[in-house]
């Protein structure tokens, strides 16, 4: 029944609408207004999806089906299963919370910057809703321009064109192996159906899954794959572009960066279902390049001084504890590492907005300036210790039952590197609560001493992801739900990937696992 209503396109277009008509209001106070009310029912438009989904369904729903591109036999094919469902409503969420956060951020050029913002909160939605290949590609692409604006218009560093520019430069490099593998499946599915090109490509990704392939093409799309989605998650040695953005870019744009995970939300969709007996065969890399990032960027984090800098290597070293999660192939795994990507959103995106925050009112989140900020502003302290508390996953927060299932399941595939992962959880909190205890609870200092707390603007928008934290962390069976059905489906591939590797090794075709691969 919901396949009728074209839910996820209105989901696509309303961001856009309201950015075009962002440019008919003169009115600085109505366009941020015009933006908010926009955000405001993208919000209720992805709950419309949420809500009409069935969970016990672990295929695609809220499916739409039209002609692209005829001569690619490129198609505008979009729908949702358990694993992309809840990104939609999390994605309107923290654009929702960035706008309100930057509501006094611009001091020029206000409506480009909503316009702006509006639209990658379109091309993000389509990122995780996209069924073709092509199409996935192009609102890959559709994210860097607005980020590479918003930087370079409205950091707060002096280098921020700079900074700006090396984001874009990185993305267009980690894009060149995406386009890559993208081609390759697309002719590799030409080769085997025995079509001539271009009438025989095809880049729809449930065709694709079916479409059997050889161990050196497996491995070809695996790496490139991987590589492409390692820039952005981002993985070390790629890393290096966060940092820079947390320091030079805007706050609010930073929290989206941190917050929204596509790079490990496409290792999930695509890298590993995509080739799944050459990510099998490689597992143990993927799972030792998880473990180096979570522990060399909490090393790195212990090191700083600057909060923003900080949460930045925070956030790496948690995309590296994902990437274990995944790599261990099993169900706990999967489910605490979905649940994490989820809790970015959250956790890391709050963390980050309240940086700015700081930032804002006292010019600076260095150490040196801070310290004691318990006592001028207790609401901003209470809130920034809650979701300190849920980023080294304390139970009774949403961090808990992810890094638990995080943890059981890398402790099932590899016991030497789950002890890697409690290392950088010990590592996590070290870094964490130094910090905490004397930026909120040492001494209070000049700077520090006449910090205005949160306003009701600020308080309002902190609540509702510090209520879904809590919510999450005492009943995480409300969240784990809903992608309960595509997760098993999605092992069940794995298990049939597993006893074809068991009997002929890396299978010269995978065409004995089509079926079990079709249900991903």
Not at 43 to 57: E, K, R
Not at 304 to 331: C, D, E, K, P, W
Not at 404 to 421: K, W
Request: proline share 5%.
């Amino acid at each position: 029944m919901n396949e009728a209503v074209p839910l996820l396109t209105l989901c696509l277009l309303w961001p856009l609408l309201g950015a075009l008509a962002l440019a008919c209001v003169r009115d600085g106070g109505r366009a941020k207004r015009l933006a908010l009310v926009v955000a405001g029912v993208e919000l209720l438009l992805t709950l419309g999806v949420v809500f009409g989904f069935d969970p016990s369904d672990g295929g695609y729903q809220w499916q739409e089906h039209h002609l692209w591109i005829p001569s690619l036999n490129a198609y505008y094919s979009v729908g949702v299963d358990g694993i992309s469902l809840l990104f939609l409503p999390m994605t309107a969420l923290l654009t929702l919370m960035a706008l309100l956060a930057g509501w006094n951020a611009a001091a020029r050029l206000h409506r480009f910057q909503l316009a702006l913002v509006l639209i990658l909160e379109s091309a993000t939605i389509g990122v995780f809703v996209a069924l073709d290949m092509a199409l996935f590609f192009l609102f890959w692409e559709l994210t860097l321009p607005p980020i590479f604006f918003l930087a370079g218009l409205w950091g707060i560093g002096a280098e921020r064109r700079q900074a700006a520019l090396k984001y874009t430069l990185y993305m267009l490099f980690g894009g060149v192996p995406l386009l890559f593998a993208i081609a390759t499946l697309a002719l590799n599915h030409a080769h085997y159906t025995g079509g001539d090109v271009p009438g025989g490509l095809v880049f729809s990704l449930p065709v694709l899954l079916n479409t059997p392939m050889d161990a050196a093409t497996q491995e070809l799309v695996f790496f490139l794959l991987m590589l492409g989605f390692a820039v952005k998650a981002p993985l070390v040695p790629f890393h290096t572009w966060l940092p820079t953005m947390a320091m030079e870019g805007p706050a609010f744009l930073t929290a989206l960066l941190v917050g929204l995970k596509l790079g490990l939300y496409g290792i999930l969709r695509f890298a590993l279902p995509l080739a799944p007996q050459a990510a099998l065969e490689h597992r143990w890399l993927v799972a030792i390049v998880g473990a180096v990032t979570l522990v060399y960027a909490a090393l790195i984090a212990l090191q700083q001084t600057n909060l923003r800098r900080l949460l930045a290597y925070s956030s790496i070293s948690h995309v590296g504890l994902v990437l274990m999660g995944l790599a261990a192939f099993n169900y706990q795994g999967q489910q605490g590492a979905l649940l994490q990507l989820l809790n970015f959103t959250l956790v890391a995106g709050s963390l980050m907005l309240m940086a700015g925050m700081l930032q804002q009112r006292l010019g600076s989140c260095e150490l040196v300036h801070l310290g004691g900020l318990a006592k001028p502003a207790p609401r901003l302290a209470c809130l920034f210790f809650l979701f300190t508390l849920a980023s080294l996953g304390v139970p009774g927060t949403n961090g808990f039952p992810a890094e638990l299932l995080v943890l059981i399941g890398t402790l099932q595939a590899y016991p030497a590197l789950a002890m890697v992962a409690l290392f950088g959880a010990v590592l996590s909190a070290a870094y964490m609560l130094g910090f905490v205890r004397k930026a909120l609870f040492g001494p209070t200092n000049a700077t520090a001493r006449n910090c205005p707390d949160l306003t009701r603007r600020e308080l309002l928008l902190l609540l509702v992801p510090a209520v879904l934290v809590l919510l999450v962390g005492l009943s995480p069976k409300s969240v784990l739900v809903w992608p309960e059905s595509s997760l098993l489906m999605r092992q069940q591939a794995v298990a049939e990937a597993e006893s074809v590797r068991a009997v002929s090794g890396l299978a010269p075709a995978r065409a004995a696992t089509a079926d079990a691969a079709d249900s991903i």
